[in-house]
């Protein structure tokens, strides 16, 4: 991100072993940054010389070609080199003006030495300064680093984090962590331009060219007064985590105060990723938890009260139960690749979901199940009518989630564990009967679910298949053996309200042959269409059909 340190050409000519040095030609590149120096007396230096070098000659190598004298600043520009003293007097009598003009319209620095310069001392000053400035910098990366790690050993949190780095840098500085959704900033109070500044991304315009590992700096205007920002990004093993932001006012961030950025920025990685795995413990006993209310017959109540308090949950208070299964939008690859997205789906849908809950100050209990997500949600207000804060809910929440292919099911709302039992129980069938009814992308709440709801409410899952198998069974056993479609024309009737014409006219086949399919169900099933009871059995058993045959049960 930042260049070695070094020192500029305005701060080698206040040295002392520069003190009769003459500046002719290239003032605009005054700021240019040495960092090594070289003498050239040879006349094939070029190939040795590197960026960054600031080169002592006395001219011996050229002192004879006047084409070589021409080309020499030039070819130097084009290295990267800092700057170019030359010792006159001895080899060359003067430095030529063509070499002066070419140094300003370079920007390059040419420096006359006086004859009585020492290469030596010349050469010491400056790696003097390049040596020292190194060595401050790594005593100061040191302590920074020491202090940063034992912040985050002690269980430090994001904002005495970002509060020690802005004291670091005397500068606003906002951090944020992508991964659990968390930020920071520091001062509390600040501005509220500066704060709108630092909560936005402010890389607009800004190519990939301009921000060489993802620094982006800029120069910008608060109030009238000038300003630096620096944004940072949080990286570890290549994987982005979060972005570390910061403004400095009327003044410009030094390379040592961006060097201790991108230092900070690879201990704060080391915390999003701890934070991060404390919370995904946190979910799996969060999870085991209401799985074990969920799936015991007789909870012990005080129990199971007193160990969601761990979790600031009130298990006795009243909650409706929202089951979301959520999907990538594409899907593809092997079944393994597949099930990966699905898990990396809810994985990171869950943080989103816990933020916007939070941040809306929902009583909640989030948590992932082998379905997608399992949330619980107590009303915003007891006057509340419970389809409108719900869909309220929803409605918001399918906006966090947008990046996904969503369905959800709803249940009732109702209080203590058993109330939680039986809204999970509502939610579950919802999701399952109602995607096959309203289709996938629906939100689908358990009162919606008509005579299906009431249904499956009266009687277990056991008891209804066997009741679609008794009543079905013959004629499903029948249309395999002979490729026959009784069970398809029985569902078109019964949908063109026993109708023969018009059933016969969407099947495209004649009259005659729908009379005969329909003696045929009627001698399977030894039900009669025409007794309003057993046309209302045969129903009811078509209509459950397609919930268990979905899952393979009959």
């Known amino acids: 991100m930042l260049k070695q340190f070094g020192i500029t050409i305005k701060e080698v000519l206040r040295l002392p072993a520069y003190q009769n040095v003459k500046l002719l030609g290239g003032e605009g590149g005054l700021e240019r940054v040495a960092r090594n120096v070289n003498v050239m007396e040879v006349p094939d230096i070029l190939p040795w010389l590197k960026k960054g070098d600031f080169?002592?000659?006395?001219?011996?190598?050229?002192?004879?070609?006047?084409?070589?004298?021409?080309?020499?600043?030039?070819?130097?520009?084009?290295?990267?080199?800092?700057?170019?003293a030359i010792k006159p007097k001895r080899y060359i009598e003067s430095i030529p003006p063509y070499m002066i003009e070419q140094a300003n319209n370079l920007s390059l620095p040419l420096l006359e030495l006086s004859i009585e310069s020492n290469f030596s001392d010349l050469i010491s000053s400056i790696l003097t300064q390049i040596v020292n400035r190194q060595a401050a910098f790594m005593e100061h990366s040191l302590k920074v680093h020491q202090q940063f790690t034992d912040l985050i050993l002690q269980g430090g949190e994001l904002n005495q984090i970002v509060r020690a780095l802005a004291d670091l840098l005397g500068a606003f500085v906002r951090l944020e962590d992508t991964v659990n959704l968390r930020s920071a900033i520091f001062p509390e109070t600040i501005p509220l331009e500066i704060e709108s500044l630092l909560e936005k991304e402010n890389t607009e315009g800004i190519s990939d060219a301009d921000t060489p590992n993802g620094l982006i700096e800029r120069q910008i205007s608060i109030g009238g007064q000038p300003a630096h920002f620096v944004a940072l990004p949080v990286v570890f093993e290549g994987k982005k985590y979060g972005c570390v932001k910061s403004i400095a006012l009327e003044r410009k961030f030094s390379y040592l105060d961006l060097l201790t950025l991108e230092r900070v920025c690879s201990i704060v990685a080391l915390d999003i990723l701890r934070h991060h795995g404390l919370v995904q413990v946190e979910q799996k006993y969060k999870a085991e938890l209401l799985n074990q209310i969920l799936t015991t017959n007789n909870p012990d109540e005080k129990n199971f009260i007193e160990r969601g308090k761990l979790f600031h949950w009130d298990l006795s208070g009243t909650y409706a139960a929202i089951l979301i299964s959520i999907l990538p939008k594409k899907t593809g690859g092997s079944l393994v690749d597949i099930e990966r997205a699905k898990?990396?789906?809810?994985?990171?849908?869950?943080?989103?979901?816990?933020d916007y809950c939070r941040r809306n100050g929902l009583i909640h209990m989030l948590v992932a199940n082998e379905i997608g997500i399992l949330l619980f949600v107590q009303p915003l207000c007891k006057t509340d009518k419970t389809d409108a804060w719900l869909k309220r809910i929803l409605r918001q929440m399918r906006n966090v989630v947008s990046k996904w292919d969503v369905t959800i099911g709803v249940g009732g709302c109702y209080s203590g564990l058993h109330g939680i039992k039986n809204s999970y129980?509502?939610?579950?069938?919802?999701?399952e009967v109602g995607a096959d009814i309203f289709g996938a992308g629906s939100d689908i709440f358990y009162d919606e679910l008509g005579i299906?709801?009431?249904?499956?409410?009266?009687?277990?899952?056991?008891?209804?298949?066997a009741f679609v198998c008794q009543v079905l069974g013959p004629l499903l056993d029948y249309d395999q053996a002979k490729q026959a479609e009784l069970f398809s024309t029985l569902q078109v009737f019964l949908e063109m309200d026993c109708n023969i014409k018009k059933t016969a006219q969407t099947l495209f086949t004649h009259y005659n042959t729908i009379l005969y399919r329909l003696n045929k169900i009627k001698e399977l099933t030894r039900l009669d269409i025409n007794n309003l009871d057993q046309k209302l059995t045969l129903q009811v058993a078509v209509r459950l059909f397609p919930v268990f045959n979905r899952y393979n049960d009959i």
Do not use: C, F, H
Not at 452 to 458: A, S
């Open 452 to 465: 299906y709801g009431l249904l499956l409410r009266q009687a277990s899952v056991e008891e209804q298949k």
């Open 425 to 431: 129980r509502e939610a579950k069938i919802a999701l």
């Open 343 to 354: 898990q990396a789906a809810k994985t990171q849908a869950i943080p989103l979901m816990e």
């Open 55 to 84: 080169i002592l000659t006395t001219g011996y190598a050229i002192k004879d070609d006047a084409e070589a004298q021409k080309r020499l600043i030039p070819q130097l520009a084009a290295l990267g080199v800092t700057g170019l």
